[in-house]
């Protein structure tokens, strides 16, 4: 096969990955660490420690708030201080535990060797319960329960796992480095969900402007030897790593509106997920460490960095170990510079998906003026999901939610591409967030106004008693 | 953190893109022909060109500034790029002070009480030249050759092929005596469009559109659909009586077939957005021209042709979307 890409729309940003060579270094540990609650897509997970109980690297500090949540363990040894509301990065409260480290004592039951292990354990339902009890979330970006997405619905049937490697948001190197560093353990990590979904065939889709991370990732698949494994080489090409994009790039499928990628037969899972995979399954290693990018635009290559970090330790000091922040940065974002947030506040702390602290300086990062549409619809050919976003703008501004709706607003994946590519300088996404979350209120409402009729029509249906 | 760092919704970084950008690429792309035309028509044509300029930006910045009260949008190059065509659809020998009105019609008739650019129906050149072309049909059609810097071919004569053709078919001789008498071959018309000033050479035409093709500014579908339904029609009359019906070659070479097909149908603003939408108005830009070529009263139909189908822009618009993403 030659190299696969996605069907339509898509941007060519500079990949800009200068912390590409950087090896990944492990972070000394601070004074103290705030755990997030919310650190995964879903209910927030609840408090199980006390203020004052003294708890091990990797013990359980708090447990699922709902079917889709996620266990939380202590990343650190130490005493819990408090447990209270917290500014994430946005600056928005969140319930933290705050723990002060003291030495660095780890649960007895984690195996902290460097071994291998290749065999992989045969009751899928244990595989599964161990993936859920170590916490696993998705790494690529939404943080979605692993556990969930590796258990399908019955009837729906896993036909591939997609890993993906594609790391196309410019800057980030985190999962290039592990496909270098660690290919073996990634590997493993694909054959153990593979076995949980039933034994499908497997496809890593790396980008091709990530040579190496294809050569190592292809070697390990080799040598393993596992069956149904494979990598498969992808253009560049923004949002190829986007879920929907890869299915459709890998499989040649695309997900019905509203749908799930299980409707097609496909499961994505990011590789860093696959090592947390290998790690919880095989290491019995909860997640409390990932690795994280420190880079930027115009810095000096002393402060480019890949790091191994522990889960809540404060953004502020991570940043100060890699040397501060430069002195031409004027945005600081966590995660790429198309889909990351802004940091509004360096005292948030990292959580499972972290997976960069980026700076961009003034030149590169701040927004022209706006100026009128030339229609010249580089908006519509940029956009992934073949929508119109300089349609949607204007019909947002006119408050069309019927309109919105009809022309798909709701299946926006918010790639950033329109306002990229726009001459004008148009806010697009902007507005078409706004307005899909809109256009998701009316149809949710529709819903469930639709199942309380239902409910009405079939209580009056049956005889009274 | 003490010193404040921006905070904004995503994506955080642009593409090395804008309107500014664009209309420097369309200029560019305009160059070789406006050179060849210079060379062609000397100062006459020159001065032409940069009366249409000036008068477009000038006008553009008045009335921004003091009829509108808006920031003006002159910086955007759009005005220069209106100026240019309306120019290179003109005659070298006609007086500027038409010029200058055609510039009116264009920029404060065409363009801004629509709300600028982006938001006007009509293509502002080609208002400008249609306005000037019923106002003034004298000076509009008086094709004397200024005197050039170089002397391209002598089929440079004093009226353009489409016009002359039009008068040889009143006088009764027929097609293949007419190419005979003024010797047009496709060698002559590819090197030398006897027409309006910018319109004289089809190769600087298509050099200019390739570095558009290439810089992405354009996309291929307008011009090829109005070029292949020209060449199309060309073939399907001239097959059933050549005597009376120019050929393919002749059609696609001569009047602003290029000029209209590659720079004035391309316009952002008033052509559709999506492909199928564009194909269909190309189409119906070139069966409308060519209808106006065999049995209009004009001799030449392309500008009408872009203005009628410019008009349904706005319907192709709501007809044609692209294809979405996991949607039937």
């Known amino acids: 096969m030659g190299k696969l890409t996605f069907s339509m729309g898509g941007v060519h940003p500079h990949d800009s990955k200068y912390a590409r060579e950087c090896a990944i270094e492990e972070l000394p540990l601070p004074q103290t660490v705030y755990v997030s609650m919310a650190q995964h897509l879903g209910a927030p997970a609840k408090p199980l420690v006390a203020v004052g109980d003294s708890v091990k690297v990797g013990q359980v500090i708090a447990e699922p708030g709902g079917f889709i949540s996620a266990f939380v363990h202590s990343p650190v040894s130490g005493t819990v201080k408090s447990i209270a509301p917290r500014k994430d990065l946005a600056g928005n409260p969140v319930m933290h535990v705050e723990i002060a480290v003291e030495g660095d004592e780890w649960d007895p039951a984690i195996d902290r060797s460097k071994d291998l292990v290749t065999a992989i354990p045969d009751d899928r339902a244990a595989i599964l319960d161990r993936i859920k009890a170590c916490g696993v979330v998705g790494l690529g970006g939404a943080t979605f329960p692993t556990h969930v997405k590796l258990n399908p619905a019955p009837g729906k049937v896993a036909e591939c796992l997609i890993l993906n490697g594609a790391e196309c948001e410019p800057f980030l190197t985190s999962d290039y480095r592990i496909m270098i560093e660690r290919p073996k353990e990634i590997v493993v990590g694909a054959a153990i969900m593979q076995k949980v979904l039933g034994g499908c065939k497997c496809v890593i889709g790396i980008e091709e402007n990530k040579p190496e991370a294809i050569a190592s990732m292809s070697a390990a698949v080799r040598e393993l030897g596992y069956p149904g494994i494979e990598v498969q080489t992808l253009k560049k090409r923004y949002p190829q790593g986007g879920e929907k994009q890869l299915i459709d790039a890998v499989m040649h499928r695309q997900v019905k509106s509203g749908g799930l990628p299980i409707d097609v037969g496909a499961v994505v899972q990011n590789v860093g997920t696959s090592l947390a995979v290998y790690e919880a399954v095989q290491k019995n290693k909860p997640l409390i460490t990932n690795v994280l990018t420190i880079t930027g635009d115009k810095i000096p290559g002393n402060l480019q960095h890949n790091y191994l970090f522990r889960i809540g330790m404060p953004l502020s000091w991570i940043v100060e170990q890699a040397g501060g922040v430069p002195e031409t940065a004027a945005k600081l974002i966590s995660g790429g510079p198309m889909m990351g947030k802004a940091i509004s506040n360096l005292d948030a702390t990292t959580v499972k998906g972290s997976s960069s602290v980026l700076y961009l300086s003034e030149e590169a990062t701040r927004r022209q003026p706006e100026t009128g549409c030339i229609r010249c619809g580089k908006c519509a050919d940029a956009c992934p999901m073949g929508l119109e976003p300089f349609l949607l703008n204007r019909l947002y501004k006119a408050a069309d939610l019927e309109g919105l709706e009809r022309n798909a607003a709701q299946d926006c994946i918010e790639c950033g591409c329109c306002l990229y590519s726009c001459p004008a300088h148009i806010p697009l996404l902007d507005n078409i967030r706004q307005a899909k979350g809109q256009v998701m209120g009316v149809i949710r409402a529709r819903a469930a106004a639709a199942k309380a009729a239902a409910e009405a029509a079939k209580a009056a249906a049956e005889p009274k008693k | ?328």
Not at chain 2, 50 to 68: G, H, I, N, Q, R
Not at chain 2, 110 to 132: C, D, E, M
Not at chain 2, 197 to 219: D, P, T
Not at chain 2, 289 to 301: D, H, L, T, V
Request: with cysteine.
């Open chain 2, 1 to 328: 953190m003490d010193k404040k760092y921006i905070v904004s919704p995503s994506p955080h970084i642009h593409a090395d893109i804008s309107t500014t950008k664009i209309m420097r690429d369309v200029i560019i792309a305009l160059c070789p022909a406006i050179l060849v035309s210079v060379l062609a028509y000397g100062w006459a044509e020159l001065l032409v060109l940069l009366v249409s300029v000036a008068s477009c930006v000038l006008l553009e910045w008045a009335v921004t500034k003091w009829m509108m009260k808006r920031p003006s949008t002159v910086g955007d190059l759009s005005a220069v790029v209106t100026g240019l065509l309306l120019a290179m659809n003109l005659p070298s020998a006609i007086p500027l002070w038409i010029v200058f009105i055609g510039a009116v019609v264009a920029i404060c008739v065409a363009k801004l009480p629509f709300g600028g650019i982006g938001q006007n129906v009509f293509n502002p050149a080609i208002t400008g030249r249609v306005f000037l072309l019923v106002s003034f049909p004298a000076q509009m059609t008086n094709w004397t050759p200024t005197r050039g810097f170089i002397q391209i071919t002598d089929a440079v004569s004093g009226a353009t092929p489409l016009s002359v053709l039009k008068e040889s078919l009143k006088s009764g001789s027929t097609i293949p005596e007419f190419m005979e008498a003024h010797g047009y071959t496709t060698a002559t018309l590819l090197q030398d469009i006897g027409a309006s000033a910018g319109e004289i050479s089809a190769i600087a035409l298509l050099l200019g559109f390739v570095y558009l093709l290439v810089r992405r500014v354009v996309k291929p579908w307008i011009p090829l659909a109005v070029l292949g339904t020209m060449a199309l029609v060309a073939a399907i009359f001239h097959g059933i009586n050549p005597d009376v019906y120019t050929g393919v070659e002749f059609n696609l070479l001569t009047g602003g077939a290029l000029l209209g097909a590659l720079f004035m149908a391309t316009d952002y603003v008033t052509s559709p957005m999506s492909t199928w939408g564009g194909v269909i108005y190309g189409a119906g830009i070139g069966l409308i021209a060519m209808m106006i070529r065999y049995f209009g009263s004009y001799p030449e139909g392309m500008s009408f042709a872009i203005l009628l189908m410019n008009c349904t822009v706005p319907l192709l618009n709501m007809w044609f979307h692209q294809k979405k993403y996991g949607r039937a």
